[in-house]
């Protein structure tokens, strides 16, 4: 990515190439170029004085460039209006041709017309028309620059809230599982404990950054699964497919596991022979991942303020960090409920 020094230093070599190839003009066409006309006398032919006075007017145009776009537009138009802004473009245009008329007659006698030519003119207006555009297309880019770090850091400041609400949301349902655990199983409670502590080891230094290796998600799922099999031992039927993984496939870190959450959550308890089945594969530049577990269309749970928010978090998240890039969908019947999720990796 490009600073904005780096971009300044590339304008400035643009500007200055632009007004060297504009400057070198009359002598490229040295020979063609006549000079200005005296009082009442016939043109006489092209000579030095001419490429000379036709360089020095290129010249001026230079600082009127920047008067115009970098003073008078943003001080004048842009604040005060525009009828004063066109007086003070007419007194700074009268200045240039007073100064034209001066080189004028400093190069060829006192008796050269003073007068501005029609080229002259044309010129002038023709750098003026540059100069108020470059000015226009430039506030018009600033603008959007400002309004894309504007949105880059609400997008920030939203991702990052999402971000810190996984670790409470994840807390909330371990415990309430070890709580469950220490009435029925107390032995249990000893090695949950041990595996919950390398969880929270991988969501607090590990997960940090914007993306972490696929192989490292998986792991920390992994362990997320055998946490929640040492509390319900074979009460559940799991299945979990996965792929190799090669280190250098990146995740958004704690993407997944939400919907993992929710299958144990809701998909265990009040049903016949619960059953989950997870799968990743991996096919190309897609990331398919899938996750299915019995459900009880009898049983009405009653939901806790909590219930959801992994799954609202986890879908915007995808909407931000993948936008275009994914595939969600949430089926659900009388048996079973099912998330299929793609990803463009």
Not at 95 to 123: E, W
Request: proline letters at 6%; aromatic letters at 10%; glycine letters at 4%.
């Amino acid at each position: 990515m490009k600073t904005s020094k780096s971009i300044n230093i590339q304008q400035v070599v643009i500007h200055i190439i632009a007004w060297s190839c504009f400057a070198a003009l009359p002598y490229i066409l040295k020979g063609t170029v006549p000079d200005p006309p005296r009082v009442g006398a016939v043109p006489p032919a092209p000579n030095a004085n001419a490429t000379l006075y036709f360089t020095l007017l290129g010249m001026l145009n230079i600082p009127f460039f920047y008067i115009n776009s970098e003073f008078l537009i943003p001080k004048f138009l842009n604040k005060k209006g525009l009828w004063q802004y066109i007086l003070a473009i007419v007194i700074t245009i009268a200045a240039l041709f007073y100064i034209n008329g001066y080189c004028k007659a400093l190069l060829f006698g006192p008796h050269v017309s003073r007068y501005p030519r029609l080229g002259t003119i044309f010129q002038t207006l023709f750098v003026l028309a540059i100069s108020s555009s470059y000015r226009i297309m430039a506030d018009n880019m600033r603008k959007e620059e400002i309004r894309k770090e504007q949105e880059n850091e609400r997008l920030k400041s939203e991702l990052s809230f999402l971000r810190s609400q996984i670790s409470p949301h994840f807390m909330f349902n371990v415990l309430n599982s070890i709580v469950s655990l220490s009435r029925r199983k107390p032995d249990l409670v000893e090695p949950v404990v041990i595996k919950l502590s390398e969880l929270m080891r991988y969501m607090l230094y590990e997960s940090d950054g914007a993306k972490v290796s696929l192989e490292k998600e998986v792991q920390y799922l992994q362990g997320y699964i055998d946490l929640q099999m040492i509390r319900f031992g074979d009460d559940v039927h799991l299945t979990f497919q996965k792929p190799i993984i090669e280190n250098h496939q990146l995740i958004e870190p704690m993407l997944i596991i939400p919907f993992v959450e929710n299958a144990f959550k809701h998909g265990v308890g009040m049903i016949m022979n619960p059953e989950i089945h997870i799968k990743l594969a991996i096919q190309v530049d897609e990331l398919h991942f899938e996750v299915r577990n019995k459900i009880n269309s009898q049983y009405k749970e009653v939901k806790d303020q909590s219930s959801g928010i992994g799954l609202n978090n986890v879908s915007r998240r995808l909407e931000l960090l993948y936008p275009n890039q994914h595939t969600l969908q949430i089926l659900s019947d009388s048996d079973w409920y099912s998330v299929h999720l793609t990803i463009k990796t």
